[in-house]
């Protein structure tokens, strides 16, 4: 029997959850320890498919500031996180970039797109 602790991270509160492999529920786990149903919900994930947002900055060239803030707008599997990171760290714009511009699509196929955090 399958079975993992984790901390649910999707609020500030951090339940201690333990999710457990049970072949009867329709998800084919149980969660134990949230105090409402994200935590369920966030535990179940992490086993079938951990997805993370990411956040970070990229060189910006002629802006008022070194470094524009950057993000994925939509969460990533885990397994991916670290060539997203790669691929973050080769990025380097020039100014004016608006918020929410979109600085490589479809980042490793995932759907996800890297814009950015703030204008610059
Ligand atoms: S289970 Fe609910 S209350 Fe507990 S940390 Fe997760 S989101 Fe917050």
């Known amino acids: 029997m399958k079975k993992k602790e984790m901390i649910c991270i999707v609020c500030p509160i951090g339940c201690h959850l333990e999710v457990i492999e049970d072949a009867t529920s329709e998800s ?6 949230h105090k409402c ?3 369920r919900v ?3 994930k992490e086993m079938i498919n951990p997805t993370r947002l990411i956040t970070s ?3 910006i060239k002629g ?9 994925t707008d939509k969460e990533i599997p885990k397994n991916k996180i670290f060539d997203c ?3 973050i760290n080769e ?4 100014a ?4 929410g511009d979109i600085l490589v699509e479809n980042i490793l196929e995932t759907g996800s797109n890297i814009v950015a955090s703030r204008s610059l």
């Open 63 to 71: 802006g008022n500031l070194p470094r524009l803030p950057v993000r």
């Open 91 to 94: 990025i380097e714009v020039e």
């Open 28 to 33: 084919g786990y149980i969660v134990k320890g």
């Open 85 to 87: 990171m790669k691929i």
């Open 37 to 39: 149903d994200k935590g």
């Open 57 to 59: 900055t990229v060189i």
């Open 96 to 99: 004016p970039i608006k918020m």
């Open 42 to 44: 966030y535990g179940i």
